[in-house]
């Protein structure tokens, strides 16, 4: 069980709040749509669960541990367990999807290995089995730059995997795909959540959070003004949105 109470943060020179008081309980295998007009703060909340950006103030605790009174190895924990897919993923365009995949192991390689480029057979295995199940076998010795924009996601999905993500915080996995590319991103990430217990937020388009999250929720004003399971939105939960 992850719990976020009280959590603020306000950025910028002028110390703008950009979160006031954001909270919720969220459970392993949930598909979080995050949703909230331009401006609402979700990369800002993106970036705090990533422990990208500091806390003003808040409790994070993940499974009765707290986190940000935890110490090095409570944060840690975030650093090997959840990953954040910015928008525009940072692949290495110039190397192979496979390549890309291995530097998600980077931080448990040892760095002699790091450092003469050995890589082990089994960690080998374990990047072309995560590229198999996200579909992209065929594609592992093709460099990046050469896939489309939805395999791209995918690798960088594959990638977090391999890295021992349990949650993924994703900042618009699909902007700027094609439909069918859309879908087939959500249908991956939706039946790892209901497979593997994978948790996964979301800022998705409203229609696309609707049809494959299994919660979604709406910040305004730096709280989350609508937090809904199991139906779509109500005319006046999406007021504002689009
Ligand atoms: N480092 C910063 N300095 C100044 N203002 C910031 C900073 N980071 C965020 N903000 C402000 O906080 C507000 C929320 O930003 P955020 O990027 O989290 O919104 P968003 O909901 O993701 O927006 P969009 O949908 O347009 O991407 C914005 O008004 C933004 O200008």
């Not at 806390?55 to 409570?74: E, P, S, T």
Request: hydrophobic share 40%; charged share 25%.
């Amino acid at each position: 069980m992850i719990i976020v109470e009280h959590l603020a943060k306000a950025a910028g020179p002028e110390q703008v709040p950009v979160l006031r008081d954001v909270g919720f309980r969220m459970e392993s295998g949930e598909m979080i749509g995050l949703l909230g007009a331009s401006g609402s703060g979700k990369t800002t909340l993106l970036r705090c669960l990533a422990l990208r950006d500091k806390w003003d103030k808040g409790n994070f605790r993940i499974d009765g541990a707290d986190i940000l009174g935890g110490g090095f190895g409570a944060k840690r924990k975030i650093s090997r367990e959840w990953a954040f897919l910015e928008q525009n993923s940072e692949l290495n365009k110039e190397r192979t999807a496979l390549k890309n995949v291995l530097i998600g192991q980077a931080a448990q390689t040892p760095w002699w290995r790091r450092l003469t480029g050995v890589v082990r057979t089994d960690d080998y295995m374990g990047a072309m089995d995560e590229l198999e199940r996200l579909g992209l076998l065929d594609k592992a010795k093709m460099k990046t730059g050469q896939l489309s924009g939805g395999e791209r996601q995918r690798v960088a999905i594959a990638r977090a995997l391999v890295h021992g993500a349990k949650v993924i915080l994703a900042d618009e996995p699909v902007t700027g795909l094609d439909p069918k590319s859309a879908q087939s991103v959500l249908e991956t990430l939706m039946t790892l959540c209901k497979e593997t217990g994978l948790t996964v937020v979301a800022v998705l388009p409203l229609e696309l959070a609707e049809k494959y999250s299994t919660r979604m929720w709406v910040l305004d004003k730096g709280v989350i003004k609508h937090d809904v399971t199991g139906r779509r939105l109500t005319g006046a939960e999406r007021a504002g949105l689009i």
